[in-house]
C-alpha cells in the first residue's frame, strides 16, 4: 500500500508538526487499535508505534486510488488513551 503525507509549505511532511516521524505513523496505520469514520471521506485511525507510542492519525484514500494519504498525525491525549484502555478492557482485548 502506497502512503503519502501531507506536506506544509516549506515541503516537510506535516506530521514533523507533531514530532511524528513517517516511519512511526506507518507502525501506527499497520498496527490499529481503533479505526473509524471522519468528516468529508476522511477516516480516524488509533494506533500504536513499536516503541508504544499510541497515535492519533487522520487519513484519507488516495484521490487516484493508489494508496493513502495521511493528513496528520499526533500523539492521543492521555485522558482518550485512559478511555480507549477502558473501552478495550470492556470489550475484552
Same mark, same amino acid.
Given at each position: 500500500m502506497r ?45 500504536? +508505534? ?5 497515535? &492519533?492519525?487522520?487519513? /484519507? $484514500?488516495? @484521490? ?5 494519504f495521511?493528513? +496528520? ?5 492521555? &485522558?482518550?488513551?485512559? /478511555? $480507549?484502555? @477502558? ?7
Amino acid at each position: 500500500m502506497r502512503i503519502r503525507f501531507h506536506t506544509d509549505i516549506d515541503g516537510t511532511p506535516h506530521i514533523y508538526q507533531h514530532n511524528v516521524s513517517e516511519e512511526e505513523a506507518i507502525e501506527a496505520i499497520t498496527r490499529p487499535i481503533e479505526r473509524i469514520a471522519g468528516r468529508d471521506e476522511s477516516f480516524i485511525l488509533i494506533g500504536r +508505534t513499536r516503541s508504544g507510542r499510541v497515535l &492519533k492519525v487522520i487519513y /484519507a $484514500l488516495a @484521490r487516484d486510488g493508489d494508496g493513502i494519504f495521511v493528513i +496528520t498525525a499526533f500523539d492521543l491525549p492521555d &485522558k482518550q488513551v485512559r /478511555a $480507549l484502555n @477502558r473501552r478495550n478492557k470492556r470489550r475484552g482485548k
